[in-house]
């Protein structure tokens, strides 16, 4: 099967500050990408996304980068708690709706 | 709440038996739904795209004949590992277009654990 990766980068973050995930995709061809949170034997939950038209979209307290020019993709995430403590994936859709997740970062809050 | 379910969320079975997982669509009707497999600490991997009356797609490297995937119905998709053995224990989740929503909805099971002893 397709993957992106097999190792789960982590990032630890101090209650209250901002998080950055970063995440490379794959395909120049991807028009359409997401973050996923999945918390620990759970499916992965839908947090935000975003289309190749657009370098950036906020939500509630998240926010998407998409840089085409060097295939990048970050999610930011403010004032970060601990209920935010989860493997944050990002995926690439080619059409087909056929989404294909990275590598993943496990994001640690401390309290 | 949930509107893609997976039975069971967790199994058991002995090397060499066959387990049936299976994906519902709970208020929608999905024509495309996808399995994936996750190994402890990894990313989800696609293994095939289920297509509503027609054969599933596989994706390279994964055994047709080992992951049998029966979409009978516009609500349910069952992934069957058969002849199971220890290194096919893994985390199996499925996912589900909704052909009415926008071309990106797609929603996700919440998971079923296979270990095969």
């Known amino acids: 099967g397709e993957s992106v990766g097999l190792h789960l980068p982590t990032l630890s973050v101090q209650e209250g500050d901002n998080s950055i995930i970063n995440c490379a995709y794959s395909n120049s061809a991807s028009d359409y990408f997401i973050w996923y949170k999945q918390e620990s034997g759970k499916g992965p939950q839908f947090i935000i996304d975003i289309r190749s038209n657009m370098d950036k979209r906020q939500g509630q307290r998240v926010t998407v980068l998409l840089n085409k020019t060097v295939k990048h993709l970050s999610l930011q995430i403010a004032a970060t708690q601990p209920g935010d403590s989860a493997v944050y994936f990002c995926a690439e859709n080619t059409g087909g709706f056929k989404t294909i997740f990275g590598a993943g970062t496990r994001l640690f809050v401390k309290a | 709440g949930a509107v893609v379910s997976q039975h069971p969320s967790r199994v058991i079975c002995k090397s060499g038996t066959s387990v049936k997982i299976e994906c519902r669509s709970l208020?929608?009707?999905?024509?495309?739904m996808f399995w994936y497999r996750q190994f402890p600490k990894q990313s989800l991997m696609l293994m095939a795209t289920?297509?509503?009356?027609?054969?599933?797609?596989?994706e390279q490297g994964v055994e047709k004949d080992k992951f049998l995937i029966n979409h009978a119905s516009l609500t349910l998709s069952t992934l069957t590992v058969t002849s199971a053995h220890p290194e096919d224990s893994s985390f199996y989740i499925c996912s589900a277009r909704d052909p009415q929503g926008a071309v990106d909805t797609i929603y996700f099971g919440e998971g079923s654990w296979l270990t095969v002893v």
């Open positions: 208020d929608f009707q999905a024509t495309t």
């Open positions: 289920s297509n509503e009356g027609s054969k599933a797609t596989y």
